[in-house]
Nanobody
């Protein structure tokens, strides 16, 4: 019912910036919480940032002050502005979102995107 497509990843030098986008499409009533996760080589997946439908945000300590999550509800899109990137930020970044179904019962279903690679060189 819902597809999440990430874009904006790439290769950047330490100290550089990238802006990731996550666009939701398909059949749904509305999108609830949206989040960015990442998984580095040989590491477990971790939650990087989350934003609620009302705009409340949470960040993992390691990115506070450097990353900013935002959303455009009209476009059903979330963004992750990443500044002052560090080599330890290298990972595949995955978009995650809660969607409310367009059926009579508006149940919440969680979806994942396919991921976008972010590589930060030293």
């Amino acid at each position: 019912q819902v597809q999440l497509v990430e874009s904006g990843g790439g290769l950047v030098q330490a100290g550089g910036s990238l802006r990731l986008s996550c666009a939701a499409s398909g059949r749904f009533s509305s999108i609830g919480d949206m989040a960015w996760y990442r998984q580095a080589p040989g590491k477990q997946q971790e939650l990087v940032a989350r934003i609620t439908s009302s705009g409340s945000t949470n960040y993992v300590d390691s990115v506070k002050g450097r990353f900013t999550i935002s959303r455009d509800n009209a476009k059903n899109t979330a963004y992750l502005q990443m500044n002052n990137l560090k080599p330890e930020d290298t990972a595949i970044y995955y978009c995650n979102a809660d969607s409310y179904s367009d059926s009579f019962i508006r149940k919440i279903i969680n979806y994942w995107g396919q991921g976008t690679q972010v590589t930060v060189s030293s």
